[in-house]
Antibody, heavy 121, light 111 residues
Framework: EVQLVESGGGLVQPGRSLRLSCAAS????????MHWVRQAPGKGLEWVSG????????GYADSVKGRFTISRDNAKNSLYLQMNSLRAEDTALYYC??????????????WGQGTMVTVSS | QSALTQPASVSGSPGQSITISCTGT?????????VSWYQQHPGKAPKLMIY???KRPSGVSNRFSGSKSGNTASLTISGLQAEDEADYYC???????????FGGGTKLTVL
């Protein structure tokens, strides 16, 4: 069964850091791009960041550029999101999503259940 | 990068057809045939319904179809069923700098 399981969310103070992880199973992880998409409470979806199969192509939303870093470890079938200088507006459910292709140009065909990040003092 | 524009809500009766529009710009929807549509039920993760404008993933009902004209993409659901009631989001590739942009979402109510 194809599965994505996120972890690492929690309550964090503004300005602090948090690292999210996504464990993939049921497919050949290094054959696909991966993405992070977030959803603030009661709001719509926002693409956060994506990474190609070999980490050669990486992109970020303007809202997180310079603060968040995406990475992957193909040997561990894992995706990560290092989030620094967190703000209240980063509060959201963070989804890990599998890309349709090796590049970041493919749609998101498999989604995890998400991990909640709350930024508050 | 600005979000794509979708109507906040649409509604229809069982058996009817509805269309949800998704308006972007010549930098995203108009430039690439890479619009995708996602269905999200309350408390659930999104589900891919349409990719590359009009293609359906395996397992998605053929009652769902996608199209594009200029800077506007559309999702049509025919033969509405109660289970179709959900939020729907469009998403378009927008170039290598900030690759993906979502629409604000449309709440579909089946009357």
């Amino acid at each position: 069964e194809v599965q994505l399981v996120e972890s690492g969310g929690g309550l964090v103070q503004p300005g602090r850091s948090l690292r999210l992880s996504c464990a993939a199973s049921g497919f050949t992880f290094d054959d696909y791009a991966m993405h992070w998409v977030r959803q603030a409470p009661g709001k719509g979806l926002e693409w956060v960041s994506g990474i190609s199969w070999n980490s050669g192509s990486i992109g970020y939303a303007d809202s997180v550029k310079g603060r968040f870093t995406i990475s992957r470890d193909n040997a561990k079938n894992s995706l990560y999101l290092q989030m620094n200088s967190l703000r209240a507006e980063d509060t959201a459910l963070y989804y890990c999503a599998k890309g349709f292709t090796v590049t970041t140009r493919g749609a998101f065909d498999i989604w995890g259940q998400g991990t909640m990040v709350t930024v508050s003092s | 990068q600005s979000a794509l524009t979708q109507p906040a809500s649409v509604s229809g009766s069982p058996g009817q057809s509805i269309t949800i529009s998704c308006t972007g710009t010549s930098s995203d929807v108009g430039s690439y045939n890479l619009v995708s549509w996602y269905q999200q039920h309350p408390g659930k993760a999104p589900k891919l319904m349409i990719y590359e404008g009009s293609k359906r993933p395996s397992g998605v009902s053929n009652r769902f179809s996608g199209s594009k004209s200029g800077n506007t993409a559309s999702l049509t659901i025919s033969g509405l069923q109660a289970e179709d009631e959900a939020d729907y989001y469009c998403c378009s590739y927008a170039g290598s700098s900030t690759p993906w942009v979502f629409g604000g979402g449309t709440k579909l109510t089946v009357l």
